[in-house]
């Protein structure tokens, strides 16, 4: 909002708050892009010709309950509710629960003076986008180039803190999980491996996810192996060199783009299957696994023969075994049945972990 109102007011040679205060009547706004007066958002509607809705989504109170449950801080339990409701990387028994006062999921103290060199390159065209502004994302969901600093406002005084080495091309793995987040932010759904997710989950999955970074290995159990093979795949120290606590919206900028970079490698690691998350929600990153027992079986879900029913069956425990470690070594040692050569039993590994079935089930 503050970045369109600035434009609009350029257009007319006037400075923004004189626009606001002796124009549209509301000059005691201190900030814009948080929360807007009805009567002042009903006015820019009458004045611009822009519906209601639209011009409230171009503030935080916009993006509620989507991007973050409410802009009241002081809600109690808010950071359990919204970043240990899900479990990607880590069980929920390894997940500690944390505590804090004033709370408010991905609102940084004061906003964050980021954009793309490539969409602010059109002098006519120089807009800042709101999300820009937040801890959200690395990247430019358009042009594929990092989010840079600047000082000033387009426009105005404007300068890149890093003129010389702008732009700077992201790389795959982060511009996937950036075009994921604008996905959400703009159509309000994201399209996952496995399925279609709300773009509230997103976020939430997100933010868990940066949240079971910044767990202490000595805590992850069985996972901080994985835990630390995605720090180290990032380029990073392991918890971005924090040693204590604090809420990720907090942290210093560079520590966050740290954080963000190692969110991005997580996904990927994960949906190439270089580490075995623990989560219940983490299968949602990766695709639905064919099925080696039964694929060229000829199953007619109709048929009641009883070679039919045993196909059936022998699904339905193949789908079993890739929740239940029990079932998963049950099933192992009746296909293993009378072969103990090792080869055969690697590549029966092999099939059990393509057909979506952890290798850590099949061990004692």
């Known amino acids: 909002m503050s970045s369109w109102l600035h434009r609009v007011a350029t257009c007319y040679q006037l400075d923004m708050r004189l626009l606001l205060e002796h124009d549209l009547g509301h000059g005691r706004i201190s900030d814009l892009d948080s929360s807007l007066p009805l ?63 004033r709370w408010r999921a991905w609102i940084p103290p ?36 990092w989010l840079e600093s600047f000082f000033g406002l387009p426009g105005l005084i404007f300068s890149w803190v890093n003129y010389e080495s702008i732009p700077r091309m992201a790389s795959d793995k982060i511009t996937m999980m950036d075009r994921r987040t604008w ?32 767990t202490p290995l000595s805590q992850c159990g069985p996972c901080a192996e994985s835990i630390r093979h995605i720090w180290e795949y990032s380029g990073y120290v392991c918890r971005a060199g924090q040693t204590s606590w604090y809420p990720y919206e907090l942290l ?14 997580a996904i990927d690691l994960i949906e190439s299957k270089v580490v075995s998350p623990h989560g219940e929600q983490a299968e949602l990153f990766l695709r639905e696994p064919q099925d080696w027992f039964t694929y060229d079986l ?21 789908a079993e075994a890739r929740h239940n470690p029990e079932v998963a070594r049950s099933l192992f040692a009746l296909a293993s049945f009378g072969r103990r050569d090792p080869e055969f039993l690697k590549d029966l590994t092999t099939i059990f972990i393509m057909n979506g079935i952890p290798a850590e089930y099949l061990s004692h």
């Open 183 to 214: 996905q959400a932010l703009t159509a309000g759904h994201v399209e996952l491996p496995r399925r279609r997710i709300h773009a509230g989950v997103w976020f939430r999955l997100l933010r868990t996810l940066l949240e079971e970074l910044n």
């Open 252 to 265: 210093n900028l560079s520590v966050q783009l740290q954080f963000l970079e190692a969110a991005a490698t």
């Open 298 to 318: 000829p199953i007619d879900e109709e048929s009641t023969a009883p070679w039919q029913k045993l196909f059936k069956t022998i699904r339905g425990v193949v």
């Open 39 to 101: 009567a002042l958002l009903t006015l820019l509607a009458q004045r611009s010709g822009f519906e209601l809705d639209l011009l409230r989504c171009m503030s935080l109170a916009g993006w509620v309950p989507w991007l973050l449950d409410s802009l009241d801080d002081s809600i109690p339990s808010s950071l359990d509710t919204y970043a240990f409701q899900f479990s990607v990387l880590l069980s929920k028994k390894r997940r500690k629960k944390r505590s804090v006062s």
């Open 110 to 145: 004061a906003p964050i003076q980021r954009a793309c060199p490539l969409c602010l390159k059109n002098p006519d065209n120089e807009v800042l986008l709101l999300a820009w502004t937040l801890p959200l994302m690395l990247s430019c969901p358009v042009h594929g180039c």
